[in-house]
């Protein structure tokens, strides 16, 4: 896949624009806990109600530097997005008393930037463009409507998606929610979300690898807890895998306010390299830094100024700007990728 249509796949369904199909059969791991841990325990749960609208501002930078057949291309494709969970409804069911929560997903203003070599610089507003560029007309297509209806419990297992738009560039096992524990968890606590992803095989076949999320929670701060997600291969894999999980291998933090139920705020990095991903002659750089921070929430039509600054939030992150990277493509050191 070229690369700037890779990265357009990612903005296309890592949160942004997320309406994947029903998931396999959800199986959370057991809890790991501390060896070392306090009397404390918490519970993390989302806290919504009917008609909520919870508005996240997306941030997202990639850069790809991809070498085939000594040919190179860099892409690099900002994004910039607000994105919103409007909740449906929240009702107690026997299999989850606490109340399971369905909203949908929509995105509601985007504006994406492709910048490649020895082309003009193709920008798409969709708060300035009625028309978009060719190459985004699935992106525009996507502003304004509902992408997907989800069903989940309060701790974030999803139980139904049902696709309301369709997307061709979208990844279907792409997550769209954090999973939190199902049990009262203590700093040092871990957890997992086992994840099958769909990729294609040398054989023009389908394969399915085993991966998960590891999440820890790392520390508890005037109400907000601090969470560390990494993603994690558990199937034996080929350089030409790698390629294509590449963009999912992303770790970085989660803040999460827990009296009010919500994610303030997490930052997610990638940056590998791969060799050999189409052939011994080719190379992958990926870098990429996605930043989702709380906007604000409206209830039952008025608009709350919650926002990732909230007064439980002082351990706010600074964000930081993304430096494009110059990459030099050659063998890299061995062992890594």
């Not at 790991?32 to 749960?45: F, S």
């Not at 003009?120 to 007309?137: C, W």
Request: hydrophobic share 40%; with cysteine.
């Amino acid at each position: 896949m070229p690369a700037h249509k890779s990265a357009l796949a990612f903005v296309l369904s890592r949160g942004l624009f997320a309406a994947a199909a029903v998931a396999a059969p959800f199986a959370p791991a057991p809890l790991l806990r501390a060896a070392d841990e306090g009397p404390q325990a918490y519970t993390l749960r989302y806290k919504f109600e009917t008609g909520d609208v919870i508005r996240y501002e997306v941030d997202h930078r990639a850069s790809i530097r991809s070498t085939m057949e000594k040919t190179t291309q860099q892409a690099v494709t900002p994004s910039e997005s607000v994105k919103a969970w409007k909740v449906i409804d929240v009702a107690e069911t026997k299999a989850c008393p606490e109340g399971e929560i369905e909203f949908q997903n929509v995105v509601e203003r985007v504006k994406m930037t492709n910048r490649l070599p020895d082309r003009a610089e193709m920008v798409y507003d969709s708060e300035q463009e009625e028309t978009p560029p060719p190459g985004f007309e699935s992106a525009a297509e996507a502003v304004g409507v509902p992408l997907s209806a989800i069903r989940m419990t309060p701790w974030g297992e999803i139980i139904e998606r049902t696709i309301k738009h369709h997307q061709p560039a979208a990844d279907p096992s792409a997550p769209i929610t954090v999973l939190l524990p199902k049990q009262p968890v203590a700093v040092g606590d871990s957890w997992d979300e086992p994840q099958d992803i769909k990729v294609n095989a040398a054989d023009g076949k389908t394969k399915i690898i085993k991966t998960r999320r590891h999440f820890t929670l790392k520390s508890v701060k005037t109400g907000v807890a601090v969470i560390e997600a990494k993603q994690q291969v558990l199937s034996p894999t080929t350089a030409a895998i790698d390629g294509q999980l590449v963009q999912r291998m992303m770790k970085g933090t989660i803040r999460f306010d827990i009296a009010r139920g919500r994610i303030l705020s997490q930052r997610m990095d990638v940056d590998r390299r791969v060799l050999g991903f189409a052939g011994r002659a080719s190379s992958m750089h990926y870098v990429m830094r996605m930043e989702e921070r709380l906007a604000g929430v409206t209830k039952a039509g008025v608009s709350r100024a919650e926002t990732a600054n909230a007064e439980t939030a002082t351990a706010e992150t600074p964000k930081t700007a993304f430096r494009e990277r110059s990459v030099l493509v050659g063998p890299a050191p061995s062992g890594k990728k």
